[in-house]
Nanobody, 122 residues
């Protein structure tokens, strides 16, 4: 199995910053992509940012210019640096990873973390 463990959430004032981390462990041969999604109460889970194993990135419009996703392939860890936070960024943030579990398969299995709460409020 594969586990994704997120950390770094919390309460921050508007305009502040947070850095989220997500570490993957378990039966991993390689990780094709890692990303962050968020879900506010009563809303669907939406993409925030994602990054491939070669460093290509994709951001939601709401995250462009404020959030930066990065990845440490050696540690199987993805980070989300969030700056200029707004109250509308309040949500549970989930890590997602597409994992190739062995060298003999090309199949990518998707895993989710348990989520970390980010609250932006004065």
């Amino acid at each position: 199995q594969v586990q994704l463990v997120e950390s770094g959430g919390g309460l921050v004032q508007p305009g502040g910053s947070l850095r989220l981390s997500c570490a993957a462990s378990g039966s991993i041969f390689s990780i094709n992509y890692m990303g962050w999604y968020r879900q506010a109460p009563g809303k669907q889970r939406d993409l925030v940012a994602r990054i491939t194993n070669v460093g290509s990135t994709d951001y939601a419009d709401s995250a462009k210019g404020r959030f930066t996703i990065s990845r440490d392939n050696a540690k199987n860890t993805v980070y989300l640096q969030m700056n200029s936070l707004k109250p509308e960024d309040t949500a549970v943030y989930y890590c997602r990873a597409g994992v190739r579990k062995t060298s003999t398969t090309t199949y990518i299995t998707t895993y989710w973390g348990q989520g970390t709460q980010v609250t932006v409020s004065s």
